[in-house]
């Protein structure tokens, strides 16, 4: 069956690109709002509303991400779990991508409130996806957090795929959270070239999260893809923080992309098939607390080498930290691969 052809499969993929269209959609309407009210804080009473809705809207966010991977992960056969987190992770990467460029096509014509009003509204969509995911095996269950830990912790493949996830996140992270002032300081790009630029990195990361699904499904083993997309993703962020204009960075980064977009569904899979009934949605919150608090992690430790040596320096700090993270995890993976393929050698014959 088609990871299409699910009408709960279905369901949870509008879900996922409706949440993240408002939420991406809010990130670019609150800022407008509280600049178009001339507000240079956001302690007043009129704007302050909005920034705890973003804070809550944020935490909704990362609890709605695991419901909707743990419900995929239940909802689809392990052998279709690549493309089914590949239409998953492809419907967010769409709203991301949608939410604001209609927002922002919107403000041109209605006012910002408005436009706050009618983008929220698409939360509408998300309601069945949401329905479907609260219909998952975990959720009959008493809740227990420390007992899922012990069982996640466990397992030899745990330690490796945090590592190789904390490597991608950290090098992924940190070049999305510089790359608007980087566009504009060190490419000397203008504004409308930096969102173009945005552009097509949205575009090659949404694209190939499906074909890149069906890679994870075909392969045997996982971590080399984790492995090649950090170490291709982390040589570009290196010849990125030396390059000028916009051609050459915009090819750089559309061919980069894919390789992480694949790595990250590969981890997603990998999450996945460590969890079973009574632990899977606390294994996907796990996913989801060391994607965010990683992503938050290589520009709040990398920032301060560029802001004192540059982006060069800074970027190749970063990626140097992810090639050895990814390394370090493919050596978590070569001895328990050793030993399955080494085969002992009978004792030699007596007098030979």
């Known amino acids: 069956m088609s990871v299409l052809e699910s009408r709960r499969a279905l369901a949870l993929y509008v879900a996922a690109g409706a949440a993240f269209s408002a939420i991406a959609a809010r990130g670019l309407l609150v800022p407008l709002y509280a600049h178009d009210m001339g507000l240079a804080t956001a302690t007043t009473t009129s704007v302050f509303p909005l ?47 949608l939410g604001p460029t209609i927002a922002g096509l919107m403000v041109v ?14 939360l ?4 069945p996806g949401a329905l479907a995911a609260t219909a998952t095996k975990q959720t ?7 007992t899922p830990l012990r069982a996640l912790s466990a397992q030899r493949a745990f330690v490796p795929v945090v590592t190789g996830l904390v490597a991608a996140t950290l ?44 890679i994870v499904d075909w392969a045997q083993h996982r971590w080399p893809i984790v492995f ?27 061919v980069a992309t894919p390789f992480m977009a694949t790595a990250f569904v590969a981890i997603g899979v990998v999450f996945g098939n460590l969890s079973a009934a009574s632990t899977r949605g606390v294994t996907m919150g796990v996913y989801g607390t060391v994607l965010f608090l990683s992503l938050a992690a290589g520009p709040l430790l990398f920032g301060p080498i560029i802001q004192a040596n540059g982006y060069a320096a800074g970027f190749t700090a970063c990626a140097a930290v992810s090639i050895v ?11 328990p691969m050793r030993r399955l393929v080494e085969v002992p050698l009978p004792p030699a014959t007596p007098g030979t």
């Open 51 to 97: 920034f705890v809705w973003q804070i809550v809207g944020g935490l909704g966010a990362g609890a709605q991400q695991a419901s909707l991977f743990s419900a995929v992960t239940e909802t689809v056969p392990a052998n279709r779990l690549g493309r089914s987190m590949g239409w998953l992770t492809f419907s967010m990467q769409a709203g991301f991508f």
């Open 109 to 122: 014509v209605f006012d910002v409130r408005t436009v706050i009003g009618v983008t929220t509204a698409v």
């Open 124 to 127: 509408v969509f998300a309601v």
């Open 140 to 146: 009959q269950r008493g809740f227990d957090l420390m």
């Open 171 to 214: 090098v992924w992270g940190t070049v999305g959270a510089f790359l608007p002032i980087f566009g504009r300081e060190a490419l000397a790009l203008p504004s409308s070239q930096v969102g173009f630029l945005f552009a097509l990195q949205a575009v090659a990361n949404g694209l190939a999260r499906i074909p890149g699904g069906r």
């Open 228 to 254: 090649v997309g950090t170490i291709v993703w982390s040589i570009a962020t290196i010849v990125l923080g030396h390059l000028h204009g916009f051609v050459v960075p915009a090819v750089l980064m559309i």
């Open 325 to 335: 993270l990814a390394l370090v995890m493919a050596a978590m993976h070569s001895e």
